[in-house]
Structures are given as structure tokens and as C-alpha cells.
């Protein structure tokens, strides 16, 4: 089983993250961050895979994976 880490500063929304992940287990937080854009968060319940392909993707490097 994998964990995701995401780093909610350094994340601009941008949403690649959340098109790739195959568990679709990645959202859009409502709340903002201290820079005005709205970070991603997990939302799903199922079981992350470990794949990495969410920090592959980030531009902004704002997300771990960890097995």
C-alpha cells in the first residue's frame, strides 16, 4: 500500500495530479493556502497503489509517494 504526501504550500492546483492517479483517489481541497490557490487533497477511500504517477506529474514537486 502506498501514502501520499502533499505539500498544501507548494501546490497550485493545478490538477494534474488528480487526472492521472488510476484510483482516482485525489481531489480539489475547498479551503485555500497561504498563497490563494486550493491545494490537492486525497478524497478517496480506496487504497493508494503506490504507482507515484500524482508526484511524477506535479510541476511544483508537492507531492510524495511513499510504499
Do not use: S
Not at 16 to 25: A, D, G, M, S
Amino acid at each position: 500500500m502506498g501514502k501520499v504526501v502533499i505539500d498544501e504550500e507548494r501546490c497550485k492546483g493545478c490538477w494534474l495530479c488528480i487526472e492521472v492517479c488510476p484510483k482516482h483517489l485525489l481531489g480539489i481541497a475547498e479551503a485555500t493556502n497561504n498563497f490563494g490557490y486550493q491545494p490537492a487533497m486525497k478524497v478517496g477511500k480506496g487504497e493508494c497503489t503506490g504507482c507515484a504517477l500524482c508526484a511524477q506529474t506535479c510541476p511544483d514537486l508537492a507531492i510524495e509517494v511513499y510504499k
